[in-house]
């Protein structure tokens, strides 16, 4: 007997021992990787001849013996693949990956609850079975919820031997040489011992419901006592007026292995140039592999309902790539091969038509569905914020209203659109900072002053921002300006002459204070833009102080440091101390220089060089 890979065995401990509730699934899984074998072989009989003409999934009660069947005559399995896809779970890595963050979920969790002993509270893991059944694609463990043994017999297509796979479900499984005579897979289930679920199992009416209710849409016969129980009719050759929005979310859950609702769900019947159907999907949450290089986009090609691809990426943008579901069309040619599929004509029509229809639907959801794209947007919305820079912003004018900021007016999103509706007639600008999260974005000296100003200011807080509102540019011939951009003036003509009084009279300050600081800084100015701080670094060009940390973050960055211009506020106490220090104590006023100069990084989000030089900086001040 071999024994299960470690982390398929933990995966069983968990199936087995499950609270899980919903144990019926486990057929809903079955059905479908009978499906998907069935597909496989019917997409082979497209172009090999003495195929058989009927594909079907029988399913056998044995009440006596307490044994489920289903048996399939699709492309089958051979010795190696019984071993791999039966044996072993997470092949990819991404269960260990998973089972690392879960552990240290439940670690965290663990120590909270220690903390509240005695309150009647208990411990759970937050990464429940059922969530890893519905991440890690391990439909066929589920038997084990149900089932106490199992037998595999399968022949692969062409094959002449057939192999037998059994397992108690607990240690291992064995791989014995088998007796089959016709080419696919039956897997018989050894239900476990009498109570009332299981013995439901044994009853035909419940596992027609079950089918009726999971696999309805299957495109093969479902045969159970010589009689069909599915409709066969896929779900997306239904109408809309057929389809229950229910059996929408039930399709989408048993085929992307996913346990929330899409949170939207788009059909279309595309006629003119090109014909297909489309059934999309809008997942609620990302899976967990959505930002990685793992993650492969792409909708399922059928044509006239047989398989041609499972993921066909060549359908979708990669803005789009969040988006599953299926594309069914009749255009394509039936004998088309997979490589020939990359160039063809037809599909390039296809998925640019899919493209502007994905396009207008997202437009309708931001109209007339505000809260949920904003749900939407929250999850994917990095998605669209790439497409609209990657490629130069090949893709902005596509994509550009269909991007969410987070804005200083009530921490609500807002559209770019909305945002110049709201600007008065001299305004020329897009107000944006750049910080760690909205508070910091918001509470940065310049941004204060142009909020205080009545101005609307998007608050920026990912990585991505930047690049995306330098690409943009501009919206609606209004320009983007960072607060801390240079270039911008935020003064009233009232400020901007005090500032010039206080800097003809101060003259020799600024100078003084400039050469305190050396290089750390190109400029010393005053400026009365700064929210009552005393003072606060703006910048010069195009490179702000977030993108400079992200850019020196890089694998190989080159050091380098952004001319920065060191502005004090000369209505500020502390730059009447620093007059009377310049004239009469010259290590105070050193002192206060650099932490001037300090506190204007801090407030900036830029790294501080010496942390404790800075502390006792402030000690020598606060202990005169
Ligand atoms: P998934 O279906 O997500 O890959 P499963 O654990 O359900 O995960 O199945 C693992 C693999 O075993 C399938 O991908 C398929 O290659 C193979 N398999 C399962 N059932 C069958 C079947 N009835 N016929 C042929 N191959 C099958």
Not at 195 to 206: Q, R, T, V, Y
Request: aromatic content about 8%; some cysteine; overall charge neutral.
């Amino acid at each position: 007997m071999k024994s299960f890979k470690t982390e398929s065995k933990r995966m069983l401990e968990l199936m087995v021992n499950s609270i899980y509730t919903n144990k019926e699934i486990f057929l809903r899984e079955l059905i479908s990787n009978s499906s998907d074998a069935l597909d496989k072989l019917r997409f082979l009989s497209l172009t090999t001849a003495g195929l058989p003409s009927e594909y079907k999934i029988e399913l056998t009660i044995d009440k006596k013996t307490r044994t489920l069947t289903i048996s399939d005559n699709g492309i089958g399995m051979d010795k190696t693949e019984l071993e791999e896809n039966l044996g072993t779970i997470a092949k990819s890595g991404t269960y260990a990956l998973k089972k690392e963050e879960s552990d240290k979920k439940a670690d965290e969790k663990a120590t909270k609850t220690t903390a509240k002993k005695g309150k009647g509270s208990k411990t759970t893991t937050t990464t429940g079975p059922e969530e890893l059944i519905g991440q890690f694609g391990v439909g066929f463990y589920s038997i084990f919820m149900v089932a106490k043994g199992a037998t595999v017999v399968s022949r692969k297509y062409n094959a002449e031997s057939a192999y037998k796979w059994s397992s108690d479900g607990v240690e291992g499984y064995t791989i014995t040489a088998a007796q089959k005579d016709t080419f696919g897979t039956t897997i018989t289930l050894t239900l476990k011992d009498k109570d009332s679920e299981s013995d439901k199992l044994l009853d035909p009416n419940h596992i027609t419901s079950l089918v009726k209710k999971y696999s309805d849409y299957i495109r093969y016969p479902v045969v159970l006592d010589s009689k069909t129980i599915n409709s066969m009719v896929p779900i997306w050759r239904k109408t809309k007026a057929e389809v229950k929005s229910a059996d929408y979310d039930e399709f989408y859950k048993s085929n992307y292995r996913d346990f929330a609702p899409p949170i939207k769900v788009i059909t279309a019947n595309i006629e003119g140039a090109v014909t297909y159907k489309l059934l999309a999907f809008v997942p609620s949450q990302a899976p967990f592999d959505f930002y990685t290089k793992e993650h492969q986009k792409g909708l399922a090609l059928y044509t006239n309902s047989v398989l041609i691809v499972q993921k066909c990426a060549e359908l979708l943008p990669d803005y789009f790539s969040f988006v599953k579901g299926v594309v069914d069309s009749g255009d394509l040619s039936l004998n088309i091969s997979r490589e020939m599929l990359q160039q063809d004509r037809q599909l390039k029509a296809i998925a640019d038509s899919l493209e502007k229809k994905l396009l207008s639907e997202f437009k309708k959801m931001l109209t007339s569905e505000r809260e949920k794209y904003e749900q939407f947007f929250d999850v994917f919305g990095l998605a669209f914020k790439h497409g609209a820079y990657d490629n130069f912003g090949a893709n902005k004018a596509k994509l550009q209203d269909l991007l969410l900021f987070k804005s200083s007016k009530e921490d609500k999103y807002v559209t770019l659109s909305e945002y110049v509706s709201r600007l008065s007639d001299d305004q020329q600008n897009i107000y944006y900072a750049v910080g760690a999260n909205l508070e910091a974005s918001k509470r940065i000296p310049q941004a204060m002053s142009v909020i205080s100003r009545g101005n609307e200011v998007l608050l920026l807080t990912n990585p991505a921002d930047e690049f995306l509102v330098k690409t943009l540019g501009e919206y609606s011939g209004k320009k983007f300006v960072s607060v801390t951009n240079s270039d911008i003036s935020l003064q009233s003509d009232e400020d901007k002459a005090e500032v010039a009084k206080a800097t003809e009279k101060s003259a020799d300050l600024l100078s003084k204070v400039k050469e305190e600081l050396k290089d750390s800084v190109k400029e010393v100015v005053f400026s009365k833009s700064m929210g009552g701080f005393a003072s606060c670094l703006r910048n010069e060009g195009e490179i702000s102080i977030e993108m400079e940390k992200i850019l020196a973050s890089m694998p190989g960055a080159m050091p380098f440091a952004t001319s920065k211009i060191l502005e004090l506020n000369p209505a500020h106490p502390l730059i009447n101390n620093l007059t009377a220090y310049m004239q009469d104590d010259s290590s105070a006023f050193t002192t206060l220089c650099n932490i001037l100069l300090n506190q204007a990084r801090i407030l900036a989000g830029a790294p501080l060089d010496n942390m404790s030089a800075f502390v006792e900086d402030i000690n020598k001040l606060l202990c005169k």
